[in-house]
């Protein structure tokens, strides 16, 4: 694994922008990882884990750099929970091809309380991003974070790299992956075909 520094470097650049979000992300996904035992995220140990991150927001840019997740290797799973936490699973120890793997896994939330530390451990800076991101590069991991070590049922087709028959959908005719269809009245639909859409066609 890289230093705190290096990972805050290539976070900024990967983001655009250095923030309190980021360093959360960072000491978050390197907490999570050395948990676990993980020291190669991004190279030898790369297919070991699956993240699970419970916020569209800045830190987690910083832990897919961090773990090498992405949405696109089927690595990072995003859980809209509005919740600055994430969950890190070891697929190493899980019992890979049973349909649901259990695997050894810890999720790690940052602390509403670290706002108000970060607060009184560094009245002097105003401005209340640049005191974030200065205390909670210092702060201790247990001011900073809860942990909880918990059990993540993975069903096969949540697996990186999971390969299966493609469906295509009896309404729109648009192909659909990984078990993600719906049978409704003996027909095979799409989410959105079936009514669960987040888009109007106007």
Request: net charge neutral; aromatic share 6%; glycine share 8%.
């Amino acid at each position: 694994m890289l230093s705190l520094d290096e990972y805050l470097r290539e976070a900024e650049i990967a983001h655009g922008h250095l923030c309190a979000g980021q360093v959360l992300g960072v000491r978050l996904a390197m907490l999570g990882l050395a948990a676990l035992g993980i020291e190669d995220p991004r190279g030898k140990d790369r297919k070991r884990l699956v993240t699970f991150v419970e916020i569209d927001r800045c830190a987690t840019d910083a832990i897919a750099v961090v773990t090498g997740c992405r949405l696109g290797k089927r690595a990072l799973k995003f859980r809209d929970w509005g919740k600055m936490a994430a969950t890190f699973v070891d697929l190493g120890t899980a019992a890979l091809g049973t349909g649901t793997s259990p695997g050894k896994a810890i999720r790690i939330a940052a602390k509403e309380s670290s706002k108000a530390l970060a607060r009184s451990m560094h009245p002097e800076v105003e401005n209340k991003n640049q005191q974030q991101m200065l205390a909670y590069r210092e702060m201790a991991e247990d001011d900073l974070f809860t942990k909880q070590w918990v059990k993540v049922e993975l069903p096969a087709e949540e697996f990186p790299g999971y390969k299966s028959e493609r469906i295509v959908c009896a309404e729109c005719g648009e192909g659909i992956n990984f078990r993600r269809e719906v049978v409704r009245d003996g027909r095979v639909l799409c989410r959105a075909c079936a009514g669960d859409q987040y888009y109007e066609i106007i």
